[in-house]
T-cell receptor
Framework: GEDVEQSLFLSVREGDSSVINCTYT??????LYWYKQEPGAGLQLLTY?????DMKQDQRLTVLLNKKDKHLSLRIADTQTGDSAIYFC???????????FGTGTRLQVTL | EPEVTQTPSHQVTQMGQEVILRCVPI?????FYWYRQILGQKVEFLVS????????KSEIFDDQFSVERPDGSNFTLKIRSTKLEDSAMYFC??????????FGSGTQLSVL
């Protein structure tokens, strides 16, 4: 079945770049997503990438997809304290309507 | 900016009681979903709904669960007889094309 894995925790200093990594198993993935969850809030869609793309950039966010290795990463440039949150990777496979989520990576931004 | 609205934000119920979780999806969206997150675990898919019927459901979504779109705006999840293990954060989501899902803030369900 589908599985999505992420490291649990990442700590970076304010102003540095953050890179959050994700691996997935479903080779039929069509879309891959990054969601952000702040304390007490819902899942905010940050960005997503279609599986035939290698990279997508949106302001401070860069998504890289290595389809061969089934590896997805999210780079946040110039990380700010407001970026502190849990970041979830998710994939959508084939004709399925469901998203399969990773465990989430807690990003801590220190001064 | 339009958003998915869920009520209540917290629901406490006794084991065996029925609960209805309510969601108002974004108005022009056509696909609707329920997910849940048990504390410390992954966000799990429960069900997707399109064109007034269930399009996909997970193993979790057994006979105790049902969904309904009673009018043009609400989308509800009913749990008929709650169990302790139903305690979780329940997220509603909607999308226009089954591609970009927008989630609500969730309802924290506690079953005592």
């Amino acid at each position: 079945g589908e599985d999505v894995e992420q490291s649990l925790f990442l700590s970076v200093r304010e102003g540095d770049s953050s890179v959050i990594n994700c691996t997935y198993t479903d080779s039929s993935s069509t879309y891959l997503y990054w969601y952000k969850q702040e304390p007490g809030a819902g899942l905010q869609l940050l960005t997503y990438i279609f599986s035939n793309m290698d990279m997508k950039q949106d302001q401070r966010l860069t998504v890289l997809l290595n389809k061969k290795d089934k590896h997805l990463s999210l780079r946040i440039a110039d990380t700010q304290t407001g970026d502190s949150a849990i970041y979830f990777c998710a994939q959508k496979g084939g004709t399925a309507s469901k998203l399969t989520f990773g465990t989430g990576t807690r990003l801590q931004v220190t001064l | 900016e339009p958003e998915v609205t869920q009520t209540p934000s917290h629901q406490v119920t006794q084991m065996g009681q029925e609960v209805i979780l309510r969601c108002v999806p974004i108005s022009n969206h056509l696909y609707f979903y329920w997910y849940r997150q048990i504390l410390g675990q992954k966000v799990e898919f429960l069900v997707s709904f399109y064109n007034n019927e269930i399009s996909e459901k997970s193993e979790i979504f057994d006979d105790q669960f049902s969904v309904e779109r009673p009018d043009g705006s609400n989308f509800t999840l009913k749990i008929r007889s709650t169990k302790l293990e139903d305690s979780a954060m329940y997220f509603c989501a909607s999308s226009t094309t089954n591609e970009k899902l927008f989630f609500g803030s969730g309802t924290q369900l506690s079953v005592l």
